[in-house]
């Protein structure tokens, strides 16, 4: 009985010990999962098998689906990843299949853990009832976060961004060639497109750039998204510039040394949907103007409306976010993005009515939000830690004392309720001081502004446009008290993106803030 146990423990201790072997000799040392916004990704390492199929299913469907070849890579050093995009609110498993001579050993398949998936959060206006697709979908996505059956995807990277070629049919039937990001996008007719991006493309890989600001231009179109995969795509020294376009989404993007703007908008109609990106230095421009050091702005918004600018993370910006500079600017949702240490103009709000909502304001230098040229601003349950002036109004109050903001530019109204305002140097609240007051305190999300409320300059009154139901939209505002955790966890690129923040604050606080931009910036993303 004894021998008979013995061998029972052997053959048992063999065929785990076996089973040990084959796991390390296609995934080791191990599986990581995890998930993003309608995303997800696996990541394991070997160093002898040369490639694999990747599939993932929901747990309620029977048929894995298998991921488009690009989204499968080697990293560095035989360790893979692969990246599922696309992906509805729900339950998943990967399952990693390796290839030996092109031919799946499905055998020795790993089926991952089950995750959960959850939803893109899709508020603010450019999902209002006014944005005129009617929240049916986003650039190449529909809202439960699927791409369209149509969408044309394309995969780009530095090797490939001139080279890749696409059949176009133009607006009259007639079939063109377009080679490269810029000319496919000059050329393109409109068809849902997807622009997935792989890895960093820095300045000098594209042909086509705008001259002047060094920009892929977006003009005329619709229904494009642009999105980065994994945790570090990026764009080095390139800006976007959306003109006379609408329903566009960009995300999963990082952003660095640009020459005007990262994202410029500019006479846009209509759900213009920019979320989950990293936004760091822009080129230093000193030498043309002072207020140049850490570049122009991250996103600039001109003559457009219906946009929501969600869930991004401002690393030290400059002049963060100008929006409007004209009268022809209205309805602008900022929501739940990460201020952090960014200077000012987060947003700097001129003509347009603007709901700003669940921001965190981390330690920012100048000011958090301006109201100018009769803006009407909704300042409603941000955390504000450190933000020496957290809102303020141009030509009164805390901006007259201290000569904020232009000294010629007129006032605008901002109604706060719900903030968390924490070592502010200085806020007056209209129930301190009725005339040279930096916000209207309000007791309630639904209470209107006075009219007896003017500002000082212009004589402004707000015009309450986040009561009236023609013209707002259905949004679940979160307690500011929880604003910090949610929006530090899921503001800025996948998985916080592969740039430490304690690496960045050492640096930051290692080098003048003229020199971090051009040395220690540039170091940590040649990593990439």
């Known amino acids: 009985m004894k021998r ?34 309608e995303s997800a990704y696996i990541i394991w390492k070997n160093n002898d098998i040369l490639d694999y199929n990747v599939y993932i299913k929901n747990v309620d469907d029977d048929l894995y689906k298998k991921l488009d070849k ?53 508020e603010g206006f450019s999902f209002s009832k006014n944005s005129t697709n009617y929240g049916d979908f986003s650039g190449g996505y529909l809202q439960n976060g699927e791409a369209l059956d149509n969408a044309k995807v394309i995969y780009i990277t530095r090797e490939n961004v001139n080279d890749i070629t696409l059949k176009i049919e133009d607006f009259e039937g007639n079939m063109k060639m377009a080679h490269g990001i810029c000319e496919i996008l000059k050329n393109w007719n409109n068809e849902p497109l997807i622009i997935r991006i792989i890895g960093k493309i820095e300045r000098e890989d594209i042909e086509g750039l705008g001259e002047k600001n060094k920009d892929i231009l977006i003009d005329d179109l619709e229904n494009v998204t642009i999105e980065g995969i994994g945790n570090n795509a ?50 230093n421009r000193e030498g043309e103007e002072t207020d140049k050091k850490k570049g122009d702005g991250a996103i600039d918004i001109k003559e457009s409306e219906y946009i929501t600018i969600s869930y991004n993370h401002f690393w030290d910006n400059g002049k963060t976010s100008l929006c409007g500079i004209d009268k022809d600017v209205n309805y602008i949702t900022y929501h739940h993005n990460w201020f952090d240490h960014s200077d000012s103009r987060c947003p700097r709000v001129y003509y347009a009515s603007s709901h700003v909502y669940n921001n965190y304001y981390d330690s920012n230098a100048s000011y958090g939000i301006a109201a100018v040229e009769g803006a009407s601003v909704f300042a409603e349950s941000n955390y504000f830690k450190g933000c020496k002036f957290p809102m303020i109004i141009s030509r009164q109050g805390s901006a007259t ?74 949004y679940n505002a979160d307690n500011a008290k929880d604003v910090k955790k949610i929006v530090t966890k899921n503001a800025g690129r996948l998985q916080g993106n592969d740039i430490s923040f304690y690496t960045w604050l050492l640096s930051r606080n290692s080098y003048k803030r003229t020199t971090f931009m051009e040395k220690r910036l540039d170091k940590l993303i040649e990593k990439y």
């Not at 989404?249 to 949907?273: P, Q, S, T, V």
């Open 4 to 37: 008979k146990k013995l061998i029972i423990l052997l053959i048992l201790f063999i065929a785990i010990f076996a089973c040990i072997i084959i796991y390390k000799a296609f995934l080791k040392p191990g599986i990581t999962v995890g998930t993003g916004f």
């Open 70 to 122: 690009e989204l499968v890579r080697n990293v560095q050093n035989g360790i893979w990843r692969a990246d599922a995009v696309g992906l509805k609110k729900g339950s998943y498993n990967f399952k990693i299949v390796p290839l030996i001579e092109q031919e799946e050993v499905e055998e020795n398949s790993i089926v991952s853990d089950t995750i959960n998936v959850e939803a893109n959060i899709r």
């Open 234 to 283: 990026t764009l080095k020294g390139i800006g976007l510039t959306l003109k006379n376009s609408s329903n566009i989404e960009i995300r999963n993007l990082g952003f660095m040394l640009f020459h005007e703007d990262a994202i410029c908008l500019e006479k846009n109609d209509y759900n213009i949907w920019i979320h989950n990106n990293d936004f760091f230095y822009g080129e």
């Open 401 to 474: 004392i201290y000569e904020l903001l232009d000294e010629n530019s007129q006032g605008g109204v901002i109604k706060s309720y719900g903030n968390i305002v924490k070592g502010e140097k200085r806020l007056i609240y209209s129930s301190e001081d009725s005339k040279e007051f930096d916000a209207y305190i309000a007791k309630s999300r639904e209470e209107t502004v006075p009219s007896s409320y003017k500002t000082v300059k212009g004589d402004y009154i707000y015009n309450n446009f986040d009561t009236d139901t023609n013209i707002m939209y259905s």
